[in-house]
T-cell receptor
Framework: KNQVEQSPQSLIILEGKNCTLQ??????????LRWYKQDTGRGPVSLTI?????NTKSNGRYTATLDADTKQSSLHITASQLSDSASYIC??????????????FGTGTRLQVTL | ETGVTQSPTHLIKTRGQQVTLRCSSQ?????VSWYQQALGQGPQFIFQ???????GRGNFPPRFSGLQFPNYSSELNVNALELDDSALYLC????????????FGSGTRLTVV
């Protein structure tokens, strides 16, 4: 069964600190892995997209890693800011039909950054 | 370049009613995917439309239906609403059925009472 599991479910950190979110997946055949940031009641916003051959990708203070052998990914947030408070969702795409990639979403990690 | 817009932003319906949600895709995108996101959960795939044809469907009953127009905008229709249909409905557009990544709209919050 295609699944994406994220940990921790929630996290509280102090402003300025770093944190790392984890994602394990069993999706096959693998196409790509994405990390999204979702503010409450809003649509997800893409942070990074990685294909099988990529093992790291950065977007400002966000750095995602991918180990396709162990089917694990992480999202590292550096020097956190209050505006980083949101849900972070790991999404894995698999080849569905033709060029269509079906996405499997994790349930997200709820991050709260405090003073 | 316009992003993905969804309407309405919020909606309250009574159990048994029918609802239509609308999505305008990002300029240049020909694929629209619909997702249902219950509170505290990740989005669940409903279906995808690519060049006006259904191009994949998730585990949702037939009372969830949709269509895509020649301008690639899309509608999600839900008949015989149930209380469990209360959720945030997200629309995402992309080019060529997801080869180039998704852009999500802000969603429609549907409440069924």
């Amino acid at each position: 069964k295609n699944q994406v599991e994220q940990s921790p479910q929630s996290l509280i950190i102090l402003e300025g600190k770093n944190c790392t979110l984890q994602c394990n997946y069993t999706v096959s055949p693998f196409s790509n892995l994405r990390w999204y940031k979702q503010d409450t009641g809003r649509g997800p916003v893409s942070l990074t997209i990685m294909t099988f051959s990529e093992n790291t990708k950065s977007n400002g203070r966000y750095t995602a890693t991918l180990d396709a052998d162990t089917k694990q990914s992480s999202l590292h947030i550096t020097a956190s800011q209050l505006s980083d408070s949101a849900s972070y969702i790991c999404v894995v795409g698999r080849i569905y039909t033709g060029t269509a990639s079906k996405l499997t979403f994790g349930t997200g990690t709820r991050l709260q950054v405090t003073l | 370049e316009t992003g993905v817009t969804q309407s309405p932003t919020h909606l309250i319906k009574t159990r048994g009613q029918q609802v239509t949600l609308r999505c305008s895709s990002q300029s240049g995108h020909n694929t629209v995917s619909w997702y249902q996101q219950a509170l505290g959960q990740g989005p669940q795939f409903i279906f995808q439309y690519y060049r006006e044809e259904e191009n994949g469907r998730g585990n949702f009953p037939p009372r969830f239906s949709g269509l895509q127009f020649p301008n690639y905008s899309s509608e999600l229709n839900v008949n015989a609403l149930e209380l469990d249909d209360s959720a945030l409905y997200l629309c995402a557009s992309s080019l060529e059925a997801d080869l180039y990544g998704y852009t999500f709209g802000s969603g429609t919050r549907l409440t069924v009472v």
